[in-house]
C-alpha cells in the first residue's frame, strides 16, 4: 500500500487493498476483504467491511459505516454520520446473514449528511440525497431527493446543482458552469456533452 496514508490510531486488516494516494484518517478500522480504490478520503470513525467496494475518488465523512454488500462507484461522496445497512428486517435473536442485500450506489451520487441509505437500492448516476432523508426505493440518474421517505424534488447536475428542468414531461437546460446539456424525457434525465466544433 505505498503512496496510502495511514493515521496510526487506524486499523487496517491483513489482505484490504487500498489504491495509491487514498487517506485513511484517526480510528477507522477497514476490513481485510475491503476493495478501496485511488485517492480516496476516508474519514475519522469510518468503518468498511469485508465486502465492500469503493471506487476511485470517494470521500466517505466521518462517522460512516460502510457495510457488507455496499459498492460506491467512483466519485461518490457520503456525508457525515450518513447510514448504510445490508439487513432489511434485522432481529439480534434471529441470524441474517445470509440475507444481505446488496447496495449499489453509482459514479458521482452524493449521499448527504445523517441520510439512511435501506439496503437493497440502486442510487443512479450524480443522484443527490439531501440530509436527513430516507431512501428506501430505487433512484434514477440525476434525481434530487429530500425527505422521510425520500421524494424526488428536482434534478442536479453533475457540477451539483439544481436544473431547472421539471420533474417528468420534456424540456432542456444548460449547466452555466460545464456548459453541458440536459435533456429530460419523460421521468429520465440524460446528459449531452458541449460541442466545441
Known amino acids: 500500500m505505498s503512496g496510502v ?3 496510526p490510531s487506524a486499523i487496517v486488516d491483513e489482505g484490504a487493498q487500498i489504491g495509491d494516494g487514498s487517506r485513511v484518517w484517526h480510528f477507522v478500522h477497514v476490513c481485510g476483504g475491503a476493495h478501496i480504490g485511488k485517492d480516496v478520503s476516508l474519514g475519522q470513525n469510518v468503518f468498511v467491511g469485508n465486502k465492500v467496494v469503493i471506487g476511485d475518488h470517494c470521500k466517505v465523512q466521518n462517522n460512516v459505516s460502510v457495510y457488507d454488500n455496499v459498492t460506491l462507484e467512483e466519485g461518490v461522496f457520503c456525508g457525515p454520520s450518513m447510514v448504510f445497512t445490508n439487513v432489511y428486517n434485522p432481529r439480534s435473536l434471529i441470524e441474517r446473514k445470509s440475507e444481505y442485500r446488496n447496495t449499489l450506489v453509482k459514479k458521482g451520487a452524493t449521499l448527504g449528511a445523517n441520510c439512511t441509505i435501506v439496503c437493497g437500492v440502486t442510487i ?3 443522484a443527490f440525497v439531501g440530509a436527513g432523508a430516507v431512501v428506501n426505493k430505487d433512484i434514477p440518474a440525476y434525481a434530487l ?3 422521510v421517505p425520500a421524494k424526488q424534488i428536482g434534478w442536479m447536475s453533475e457540477f451539483g ?3 431547472d428542468l ?7 437546460t444548460t449547466c452555466i458552469h ?4 440536459y435533456v429530460l424525457l419523460g421521468q429520465r434525465v440524460s446528459k449531452i456533452e458541449p460541442d466545441f466544433l
Do not use: D, N, S
Request: hydrophobic share 25%; charged share 20%; glycine share 22%.
Open 178 to 181: 460545464t456548459g453541458a446539456r
Open 124 to 126: 443512479g448516476e450524480y
Open 145 to 147: 431527493m429530500v425527505g
Open 161 to 163: 446543482e439544481q436544473l
Open 5 to 7: 496514508t495511514i493515521h
Open 166 to 172: 421539471p420533474l417528468q414531461g420534456e424540456g432542456e
